[in-house]
């Protein structure tokens, strides 16, 4: 019986061993992260939003953020003045990513304080991220899920549940290949800031929550917020659109938005976003047209930076996989106004005001992680 103790003891910590060493020790050190923030701090100049707010902050390593495969794939920091929150950075742990992968002046990521003591955080970039105790426990969710999709021709496109392979190569982020070379000037700055100042806008842009008391379906608010922001800017420099004062108040701007986008608990769909936009900006003058790019084609980084710099400000749609806990089950999409964008050491952030966020800070994502998870709807006249 001894040797049969002995045995299954020592196959025990076989087994053990085999487990802990099968996720990968991350590339990239929480120290090395760490060096990034500050690099970007110090490349602040004083006509970008977050200039002088974070010279004194205390950075923070809040928690790791893991992959579909139990690998750490980024670090989630918290930025802290005076025991405060006051803003925060997800930086990636693989060289094979952008170094920053989203950073805002929120006092943290929305949805991040939820998380419970036993459960790991997987990020898969943007508006995109589970809660779980393991992988396993995401996979069999995604089964779970498939087992409860309704017929409804507007539910999205079912998981294959005899392929959740293809599910879970979804919940990933894109690799950059221009990512090491950013890696190297992050990590070489020194102690005068990264080595190329990055090029950089931003719009004042008004901020509206979409769940200001008053507003009609709060929960699938966001695309008729976004627009009423947008519309708000328009106005604020001078062109002649409908807008608050024209409703009444920003609630009744959204209302009235939300009834001419024919927007339902669903959401606003790209479609109508596209259609009925144009059709609400000529109301008041005549050139309007509004147009859909997808993030990952050709020229969509260079549409963005126009329509900012041309103080038109573009929307951002991201699509929420059926298996990402939205905060309302039935939205499929989530829209933001884009308000600004910089270039730093050759990764493109851009950044936006989300209506569900209750803050008028701008939150930065990177464009080459997430481009395959939205588009932008952009017009002109």
């Given at each position: 019986?001894k040797?049969?103790?002995?045995?299954?003891?020592?196959l025990?910590?076989?087994?053990?061993?085999?487990?802990?060493?099968?996720?990968e020790?991350?590339?990239?050190t929480?120290?090395?992260?760490?060096?990034?923030?500050?690099?970007?701090?110090?490349?602040?100049?004083?006509?970008?939003e977050f200039?002088?707010?974070?010279?004194?902050?205390?950075?923070?390593?809040?928690?790791?953020?893991?992959?579909i495969?139990?690998?750490i794939i980024?670090?989630y920091?918290?930025?802290?003045v005076?025991?405060?929150?006051?803003?925060?950075?997800?930086?990636?742990?693989?060289?094979d990513?952008?170094?920053?992968?989203?950073?805002?002046g929120?006092?943290?990521?929305?949805g991040f304080?939820?998380?419970?003591?036993?459960?790991r955080?997987?990020?898969?970039?943007?508006q995109?991220?589970?809660m779980?105790?393991?992988?396993?426990?995401?996979k069999?969710?995604i089964?779970v899920?498939?087992?409860?999709?309704s017929?409804?021709?507007?539910?999205?496109?079912?998981i294959?549940?005899?392929?959740?392979?293809?599910?879970?190569?979804s919940?990933?982020?894109n690799?950059d290949?221009?990512?090491?070379?950013?890696?190297?000037?992050?990590?070489?700055?020194g102690?005068?800031?990264?080595?190329?100042?990055p090029?950089?806008y931003?719009?004042?842009i008004?901020?509206?929550?979409q769940?200001?008391?008053?507003i009609?379906?709060?929960e699938?608010?966001?695309?008729p917020?976004?627009?009423?922001?947008?519309?708000?800017?328009?106005?604020?420099?001078?062109?002649d659109?409908?807008?608050?004062?024209?409703?009444?108040?920003?609630?009744?701007?959204v209302?009235?938005?939300?009834?001419?986008?024919?927007?339902d608990?669903?959401?606003?769909?790209?479609?109508?976003?596209?259609?009925?936009t144009t059709?609400?900006?000529n109301?008041?003058?005549?050139?309007?047209?509004?147009s859909?790019k997808?993030?990952?084609?050709?020229?969509?980084?260079?549409?963005?930076?126009?329509?900012?710099?041309?103080?038109?400000?573009?929307?951002?749609?991201w699509?929420?996989?059926?298996?990402?806990?939205?905060?309302?089950?039935?939205v499929?999409?989530?829209?933001?106004?884009?308000?600004a964008y910089?270039?730093?050491?050759?990764?493109?952030?851009?950044?936006?005001k989300?209506?569900e966020?209750?803050s008028?800070?701008?939150?930065?994502?990177?464009?080459s992680?997430?481009?395959a998870g939205?588009?932008?709807i952009?017009y002109?006249?």
């Open positions: 019986m040797h049969v103790l002995a045995l299954l003891t020592g025990f910590f076989v087994l053990m061993t085999f487990n802990l060493s099968h996720a020790e991350p590339e990239v929480v120290e090395e992260a760490t060096k990034v923030i500050e690099a970007e701090i110090e490349s602040f100049q004083p006509d970008f200039y002088g707010l974070w010279d004194d902050a205390i950075i923070e390593h809040e928690t790791d953020l893991y992959d495969t139990d690998n980024a670090y920091f918290l930025l802290k005076k025991g405060e929150d006051v803003g925060y950075y997800i930086i990636s742990a693989d060289k990513y952008s170094p920053v992968l989203e950073f805002g929120t006092p943290g990521k929305s304080d939820e998380q419970n003591s036993d459960d955080v997987y990020y898969f970039g943007g995109k991220y589970l779980a105790e393991d992988a396993e426990e995401i069999h969710k089964k899920l498939q087992q409860k999709n017929s409804s021709s507007r539910e999205t496109k079912n294959d549940a005899d392929n959740i392979n293809q599910a879970i190569k919940l990933s982020l690799k290949p221009n990512a090491k070379s950013q890696w190297e000037n992050y990590l070489n700055a102690d005068f800031g990264i080595q190329s100042l090029e950089k931003a719009l004042n008004p901020y509206i929550y769940r200001t008391p008053g009609n379906g709060p699938s608010a966001c695309g917020t976004a627009l009423a922001m947008a519309v708000e800017y328009l106005s604020d420099i001078g062109l659109v409908r807008d608050a004062s024209y409703w009444g108040g920003d609630v009744k701007l209302n009235a938005l939300r009834n001419f986008l024919g927007t608990g669903w959401g606003t769909t790209s479609g109508n976003m596209s259609y009925f059709k609400y900006l109301i008041e003058m005549n050139g309007w047209t509004v859909s997808n993030a990952n084609s050709s020229g969509a980084i260079n549409i963005y930076k126009d329509r900012v710099v041309s103080s038109r400000p573009p929307l951002v749609m699509d929420i996989p059926k298996l990402i806990p939205w905060p309302d089950a039935e499929r999409w989530h829209w933001n106004t884009g308000s910089r270039e730093s050491n050759g990764q493109f952030q851009f950044g936006v989300d209506p966020f209750n008028s800070r701008t939150v930065y994502y990177s464009w992680a997430n481009d939205f588009h932008i952009h002109t006249n």
